[in-house]
């Protein structure tokens, strides 16, 4: 969309019944559906306005994802229920990235190997399921239960944090490495790092093109670091949430 010239001075936060709002001088924020915007967390409350108050002369609302994210979740324009999400969010191992893999060139095999089996072991422990990998192009057979475990699983978030970990996994190609990001075994680096190792590893041999790799790495970090941030204030304890405050 357009951007639009910056119409307010002060951002501000208030708790009305539906939860923390947002207030650009006087006026309160809407979503695109004219819903009052209100968020289920002050941090969230405090992120959100943080994006508003960073704008310029102008709003640029493609950077501002955790303002995106709580549209999402308060208009819910595809209209899914909790179930349709995390039966979205778990298609995705089907097409996991870190479970295909290449035999030729042997380099690049050697390295997804040493790279993505120590993710694929630990997400295996973590949740009590077998995943595997595949050299096939139809992939690993994931079997029902694996994917029952990881139903069950994603059942125990909400449907704020379920909008955000479906994000996630749509920035990563990757359900593996977003469970790892959200439950802090790898950083938000190491995950983007590790979905892109093939262009990665490309790149390395043949060089990139002059800023545009560069834009395109960080425009996906900061994507996938406000996905895992929306998450964790959408599902933490108010006990972090006031420690987070408070740092």
């Known amino acids: 969309p357009p951007e639009r010239k910056r119409f307010y001075q002060n951002v501000s936060i208030s708790q009305g019944e539906g939860g923390f709002e947002i207030n650009l001088d006087h006026r309160k924020l809407k979503t695109p559906q004219a819903k009052l915007f209100a968020v289920p967390s002050e941090a969230l409350a405090i992120a959100v306005a943080t994006e508003w108050d960073s704008q310029k002369d102008t709003i640029k609302?493609?950077?501002?994802?955790?303002?995106?994210?709580?549209?999402?979740?308060?208009?819910?324009?595809?209209?899914?229920?909790?179930?349709?999400?995390?039966?979205?969010?778990?298609?995705?191992?089907?097409?996991?990235?870190?479970?295909?893999?290449?035999?030729?060139?042997?380099?690049?095999?050697?390295?997804?190997?040493?790279?993505?089996?120590?993710?694929?072991?630990?997400?295996?422990?973590?949740?009590?399921?077998?995943?595997?990998?595949?050299?096939?192009?139809?992939?690993?057979?994931?079997?029902?239960?694996?994917?029952?475990?990881?139903?069950?699983?994603?059942?125990?978030?909400?449907?704020?944090?379920?909008?955000?970990?479906?994000?996630?996994?749509?920035?990563?190609k990757s359900l593996i490495l977003s469970m790892g990001l959200i439950d802090r075994h790898i950083t938000v680096e190491k995950a983007v790092l590790l979905s892109r190792l093939e262009e990665e590893y490309q790149i390395q041999r043949w060089g990139s093109v002059e800023w545009a790799h560069d834009y395109d790495l960080c425009e996906l970090c900061a994507r996938t670091a406000a996905g895992t941030l929306f998450v964790h204030l959408c599902s933490e304890s108010s006990t972090v949430k006031h420690k987070l405050l408070q740092d």
Not at 64 to 76: F, G
Not at 96 to 122: F, G, H, I, M, S
Not at 134 to 160: C, D, R
């Open 61 to 172: 609302a493609y950077t501002m994802h955790l303002t995106t994210l709580c549209n999402t979740a308060l208009d819910n324009p595809t209209q899914r229920n909790k179930m349709q999400l995390i039966r979205a969010a778990v298609k995705f191992l089907e097409t996991d990235t870190v479970c295909y893999r290449v035999e030729e060139p042997a380099a690049l095999a050697e390295l997804q190997k040493n790279e993505w089996d120590p993710v694929v072991a630990w997400a295996e422990k973590r949740y009590n399921v077998a995943i595997g990998s595949s050299t096939s192009i139809l992939g690993p057979n994931i079997p029902a239960s694996t994917k029952e475990t990881f139903v069950s699983h994603l059942a125990s978030y909400n449907m704020w944090a379920l909008q955000g970990i479906e994000y996630v996994i749509t920035q990563l």
